[in-house]
C-alpha cells in the first residue's frame, strides 16, 4: 500500500544528514481511496474525514515531533482522535 502513496518534500527525496536549528519544509502527498480498501469508502467526493499526519523525530540530536492538526497533551500520543482535524474532499 505504501507503495501507492506519491508524496513530494521541499526538502528533496533523498536521505540527508540531521539539519540543526530552524528548518522550513512542506509535504505534499496524494493517496489513493485504494489504500482504504478495509472500508467501503468509495468516491471521497464532497466528504470529510476526521484524521492527523504527523513526523516523529524521537531518535535526532534534538527530539521533536509535530502534527498538522495540534495535540493539546502534555505528551505526544497521536491516536487521540479528540485531537483529529477536518479533511474535506471537493
Request: overall charge neutral.
Amino acid at each position: 500500500m505504501l507503495g501507492m502513496v506519491k508524496r513530494w518534500s521541499s526538502l528533496g527525496g533523498e536521505p540527508f544528514e540531521e539539519r540543526l536549528g530552524e528548518c522550513r519544509w512542506e509535504l505534499a502527498m496524494v493517496i489513493p481511496v485504494s489504500v482504504f480498501f478495509q472500508h467501503s469508502v468509495g468516491s471521497l467526493d464532497g466528504k470529510t474525514m476526521k484524521g492527523n499526519f504527523y513526523k516523529c523525530g524521537d531518535k535526532l540530536q534534538t527530539p521533536h515531533f509535530l502534527s498538522w492538526s495540534p495535540i493539546g497533551l502534555e505528551r505526544p500520543m497521536f491516536h487521540c482522535p479528540a485531537f483529529f482535524g477536518t479533511l474535506s474532499f471537493e
